[in-house]
């Protein structure tokens, strides 16, 4: 008997009460991320504006990479061990889920645009489907952000002159190669590209350079994230208040001579006799083989309809805060733009200010804005009107009704200032009249992404090029490799094959770098290391490869003989862990994503309800309700408790609650009057809701169960690093004094 006797099980409990933990927490966290994706469901912030992250559930990890690099809070949440959409409104497309996701599994795509009649149907190289020659950049295209701006109008400018390269045209006097329509950050990161190029161009700006963000109120910060900007290079910050922004294009522009015509109203783009395009403006015509049209989204400020608007005490933007003070003042909407000009207001002197948005609550807005306005609520220093609807704008006053609950409701206020920010107006008509198609029935039909490579591939073929070289080694050097170890001291090449040979050495060294590697990639996934160099995704490749291939390079650094040393042990633990990383990623990927492929037959199968219960409501008042009420209850007592028994119960008892489900809602459905066929719809519905339900929890247990495997992985990985190191220092001890 040692002190191993006890160290083993005191190890093996403290493991066990480790993991008993971190699985606690782990339900815990499933319910409350569960419960915010059914609230944002029920708000409609799950629903994207555009852009939103789009997971692919065969390749995400649930390494949670994607959740931490969001700057927006609750875009996306971790459930089932994945990551999914929870607050889609929120995105704003930044992107950097998709730069941090270590497989490629995220990818920035629009929202549900099947049927969406405002969104152009462009080609994958952003050109229109019905005219050659015409091009969209920025946010025209249904993308927001300014470094997806500026990358759409670079994408542009490098088709064209690759499209000019070749095939060069001689073209009639005065006409251009190029035409760029807007002068914001996609049509500047065009022209800027164009120049680069040598392309013969010319842009049009109907107001100031600088497109949208020239509107946006003083000092806003404008979140751009590193960009690179042709002929100038990269813009490294983070973000620019709008005045440093609009001073940085004027001096680019002014350096670089660009030609930019102004003010130019744009009308349309015709398409001629001869293939050339012709942009019709307010002036002389341009006359181009191709044109790029960034024109922005917001257009003209969209009206509330309702009399009054045109008073001159309204308004559709806020350039500066500071020049109302001690004014009674009426935002108007629900968005980014109306919070930020409320709390902007809020701040100056005197200023009363409240806020009406027509909802009950506010489901768009980033969670910086949010936790502001929260706060601002609470020190009174913005009233917030909700579920509220301007009727009418008089001299100094306006009136709303209240909807929802309180429907019918009228209120007036007195007011000096009235700002609507409503969105705005995107320009389809001109569009249209260019030939650009925005019937759905145009729009490809969206296909997966299969460009992006979760590195898997080039992995395994560095090990297995690693190995066939190995494998040819060993074969050419059979002599020596199959002499048993007491001979082989004898053989001439023993002095460099040995594991302190020259060639052994090497190879025990380039070993220990494979590892230090392997190792590299837990630091870049780290967020308390700030270095972030090479992406997530590179550094996942090495991951694998290196994790694979230290064994091969262990085992020949060994002499193919690893033996009953502290070597050999580090040997058979580089073993185990490369063993459950291999079985870890696959039975860690397949069972989350079963689990929520339930959870997603559960949204739908809840859509369907609802609006069955709407249909019922109608001639059934109140039964709709009852029933989305008994359902959500039995799929909240699907999901068990917080430990293992309890969960397990729930597992054994659901064919049972699901026939009770059934008799329950047929005894009210008869009670209340519904023929068969409705009594039918509803008890189906209900038993399939209950059903995804429970398997989803299931598939929750059996992940549960999985996690071991990465507890097992982690293990493994300490004690062979301990090993290594201990191995190292051994030996060269051993050298040091002539072993």
């Known amino acids: 008997m040692t002190w191993w006797t006890f160290l083993l099980p005191a190890l093996a409990c403290a493991g066990l009460l480790v993991a008993l933990i971190q699985r606690r927490q782990s339900l815990h966290g499933l319910g409350a991320a569960l419960d915010e994706r059914e609230e944002a469901r029920q708000s409609g912030s799950h629903r994207a504006r555009l852009q939103y992250p789009h997971v692919d559930l065969d390749r995400c990890l649930g390494c949670g990479t994607c959740v931490a690099a969001c700057p927006e809070d609750g875009v996306l949440g971790l459930i089932h061990g994945q990551a999914l959409v929870v607050h889609g409104a929120r995105c704003v497309g930044h992107g950097r889920c998709a730069e941090e996701c270590p497989t490629g599994a995220i990818s920035i795509a629009l929202g549900d645009i099947e049927q969406r009649e405002d969104i152009p149907v462009l080609s994958d190289n952003l050109e229109s489907t019905t005219v050659p020659g015409l091009f969209l950049a920025g946010e025209v295209t249904g993308y927001a952000l300014i470094r997806t701006a500026v990358t759409h109008g670079n994408a542009v400018a490098e088709e064209i002159a690759r499209r000019l390269k070749d095939d060069p045209r001689d073209l009639p006097e005065g006409a251009l190669e190029l035409c760029v329509v807007g002068a914001g950050p996609a049509g500047l990161s065009c022209s800027l590209a164009a120049k680069l190029h040598g392309i013969d161009f010319v842009t049009l700006e109907q107001g100031s350079v600088g497109g949208t963000v020239a509107s946006y109120p003083r000092r806003k910060l404008v979140m751009t994230q590193p960009v690179d900007l042709p002929l100038h290079g990269r813009l490294g910050r983070s973000s620019y208040a709008k005045e440093e922004l609009m001073e940085l294009w004027t001096d680019i522009i002014g350096g670089l001579e660009l030609p930019i015509r102004t003010p130019v109203k744009f009308k349309r783009v015709v398409q001629r006799a001869d293939g050339l395009l012709e942009v019709q403006t307010d002036g ?81 807005l980033r969670s910086r804005n949010r936790e502001r306005l929260d706060q601002a609520r609470l020190d009174g220093s913005v009233e917030l009107l909700l579920e509220t609807q301007v009727t009418a704008i008089g ?68 090990v297995l090029v690693l190995a066939l070289v190995f494998a040819g080694a060993t074969f050419g050097l059979r002599d020596y490799y199959d002499l048993p170890l007491a001979e082989r001291p004898h053989h001439p090449w023993h002095a460099t094959l040995r594991p302190a040979g020259a060639v052994g050495l090497t190879l025990g060294i380039a070993a220990f770098a494979a590892m230090a590697a392997n190792l590299g990639y837990l630091l870049r996934r780290s967020t308390l290391v700030p270095v972030r160099w090479g992406s997530l995704r590179a550094w996942m490749t090495v991951h694998v490869a290196t994790g694979l291939s230290v064994p091969l390079l262990v085992l020949m650094h060994a002499a193919l003989a690893p033996r009953d040393t502290l070597g050999g042990h580090s040997f058979l633990a580089l073993l185990a862990l490369a063993a459950t990383g291999a079985i870890g990623r696959y039975f860690y990927s397949f069972v989350p994503r079963a689990a929520n492929g339930r959870e997603l037959l559960l949204d739908e ?42 969960r397990l119960a729930a597992v054994l008892r659901s064919r049972r609650a699901v026939r009770q489900l059934e008799q329950d809602l047929t005894l009210k459905a008869r009670d209340a009057g519904l023929h ?55 030996a060269l001890r051993f050298t040091r004094f002539g072993g």
Request: charged share 25%; hydrophobic share 45%.
């Open 284 to 364: 002389e015509p341009v006359v181009a083989r191709f044109v790029s049209l960034a024109l922005g989204r917001r257009g003209s400020p969209r009206r509330l309809g309702v009399p009054g608007e045109e008073a001159t005490h309204v308004a559709y933007s806020l350039m500066d805060a500071e020049s109302y003070t001690d004014r009674r003042i009426l935002v108007v909407g629900g968005g980014d733009s109306a919070v930020e000009a409320a709390l902007g207001l809020a701040d100056q002197p005197g200023n009363v200010v409240r806020l009406s948005y027509r909802r009950a609550e506010f489901s768009r």
């Open 605 to 646: 199968v809840r859509g369907e309800l609802a609006q069955l219960s709407g249909e019922l409501d109608r001639t059934h008042r109140g039964f709709g309700d009852s029933v989305l009420e008994a359902v959500e209850r039995s799929i909240r007592e699907s999901r068990g408790g917080r430990n293992f028994l309890t």
């Open 395 to 462: 001299t100094d006053t306006v009136d709303l009704v209240r909807l929802g609950a309180c429907d019918g409701e009228k209120l007036m206020l007195d007011v000096d200032e009235v700002f609507v920010f409503a969105g705005g107006e995107a320009p389809i008509e001109p569009l249209k009249a260019s030939g650009i198609s925005f019937d759905p029935a145009d729009r490809p039909v969206a296909t997966a992404d299969e460009g992006s490579s979760t590195g898997l591939i080039r992995s395994l073929g560095a």
């Open 676 to 730: 068969a066929e409705q009594i039918r719809r509803v008890t189906e519905l209900a038993a399939r809701a209950r059903r995804a339900a429970a398997s989803a929890a299931s598939f929750e247990d059996l992940r549960g169960l999985m996690v071991s495997w990465r507890f097992l992985h982690r293990w493994a990985a300490l004690f062979c690093v301990l090993a290594v190191i201990a191995h190292i220092v051994v």
